[in-house]
């Protein structure tokens, strides 16, 4: 079965410093990935996708996740953090099981600390 | 604004009561998505329509049904409500062959159930 893992659900750092959000997944077939981010009392936004394309992808607001195929991950990071990074993020791979069906992993909540 | 459109945004009503939640997707998006957020349960996809046909089911309780008009909005029918059903719902939408695109999410219905 098709899954996602994020590993953390509370990520704490520094502004200015590194982000590093991790994810893996396991599927049976050459997986879509995505992150999306949640604002507080907002809906998720797509912040980047991979598609079989190349593999260190690049999103909106300075964030990027690379897919590795051997570790079966696509951990997204960020190389300073800003006060308004902190909010939830999902991990999330598609499915073509009739309906391209998205599973989201269970989020990992980012704090940002001043 | 993301273009998806959910009304209303906030819902509270009794248990043993049913309630309708209205989706108008993106200008376009023919699929549309059913998602229930909640603190222990997470992000867990209800069900999926595609230009007003059923495509994918998930974790839908008998209780909840749902379809999508000809005009592509869609409603999610949750009847005989318990304290459980509390949740954010979130519809969310995408276009044809939608296995890379992504969804686009609305800012979602905070129904509870008192």
């Known amino acids: 079965a098709q899954s996602v893992t994020q590993l953390g659900s509370h990520v704490s750092v520094s502004e200015g410093a590194l982000v590093l959000l991790r994810c893996n997944y396991s599927?049976?077939?050459?997986?879509?990935l995505f992150w999306y981010v949640q604002y507080p009392n907002q809906g998720l936004q797509l912040l980047l996708k991979?598609?079989?394309?190349?593999?260190l992808v690049k999103g909106i607001n300075g964030f990027e996740a690379e897919f590795k195929k051997s570790e079966t991950s696509f951990h997204l990071t960020k190389p300073s953090a800003h006060m308004s990074d902190a909010a939830e993020y999902f991990c999330?791979?598609?499915?073509?099981?009739?309906?391209?069906?998205?599973?989201f992993g269970a989020g990992t909540r980012l704090f940002v600390k001043a | 604004d993301s273009g998806v459109t959910q009304t209303p945004k906030h819902l509270i009503t009794a248990t043993g009561q049913r309630v309708t939640l209205r989706c108008s997707p993106r200008?376009?998006?023919?699929?549309v998505y059913w998602y229930q957020q909640s603190l222990d349960q997470g992000l867990q996809f209800l069900i999926q329509?595609?230009?007003?046909?059923?495509?994918a089911k998930g974790n839908i309780l008998e209780r909840f049904s749902a379809q999508q008009f000809p005009d592509l909005h869609s409603e999610l029918n949750l009847s005989s409500l318990e304290l459980g059903d509390s949740a954010l719902y979130f519809c969310?939408?995408?276009?044809?062959?939608?296995?890379?695109?992504?969804?686009?999410f609305g800012s979602g219905t905070r129904l509870t159930v008192v």
């Open positions: 329509y595609y230009n007003g046909e059923e495509r």
């Open positions: 991979y598609t079989s394309a190349a593999t």
């Open positions: 969310a939408s995408s276009g044809e062959g939608d296995r890379s695109y992504g969804y686009t």
């Open positions: 599927s049976s077939v050459p997986p879509y």
């Open positions: 200008s376009g998006d023919l699929s």
């Open positions: 999330a791979v598609s499915l073509n099981t009739g309906g391209f069906k998205t599973i």
